[in-house]
């Protein structure tokens, strides 16, 4: 596959190929969470759990919005700019951090929580850089981050001594990250065995567009090479 050197060395920031559609795209991730939190508490039958199902579309939605805000501020003070997809990623970071206990917090809580998710993503992105990851769209520090920072977040801000502690969900984050690398790596390494995944060099370079449809997917671009 191509790598920097090939293309010069250093790091080379994919931009993104239409800013509204990258915003309407989060914003619909953004409402779409509140189902998907929402509708993990499971009823809406008693009062009860109608207050869980509120409690936990607040919190979500505070989180999300505790994300934007702390990277909107970086960013504008460190960079005098706001580059809208940093905080769109910071508003998904706060999401997923959330994600593992919205029922769980009272109302100010998920401030925080969101807000630690943002500074991960923004700490996240340059350091998967240096490690020479390929993470165009900084999924790594909005899921893989923020995954275990939420896990964590319950063990620390609902911990109830019982079935609820933070070893326990440190034990968690081991478990299920160990289950899942190894697993994703073994059918991951069969499948390249049988059908390789990664496109050769020239397509690459051609654009996967043009080899796989036989059209530019973005003609009005003009190629760098």
Known sequence: GINAEDMGGGERVIPASNIPLVTLGAFLLWIGWFGFNGGSVGSIASKESADAVALTIMNTNTAGL???????????????????TMVLNGALGGLVAITAGPD???????????????V?????????????LDDPVGALSVHLLNGIWGTIAVGIFASN???????????????????????????????????????EKDEEMQGLDVEECGLE?????????
């Open 161 to 199: 001594g019982d079935d609820i502690t933070l070893l326990g969900q440190l034990k968690g984050v081991a478990v299920v990250g160990t289950f899942a690398f190894v697993s994703s790596f073994v059918i991951l390494f069969i499948i390249n065995k049988i059908v390789p995944l990664r496109a």
């Open 217 to 225: 997917a973005y003609p009005e671009f003009k190629r760098a090479y």
């Open 104 to 118: 769980l917090y009272n109302i100010y809580t998920p401030i925080l929580i969101g807000a630690i998710g943002g």
């Open 120 to 132: 991960l993503v923004i700490f996240g992105v340059s350091f998967f850089d240096k490690l020479r």
């Open 66 to 84: 505790a994300g934007a805000i702390l990277v909107g501020l970086y960013m504008h003070f460190r960079y005098n700019r706001l580059d809208i």
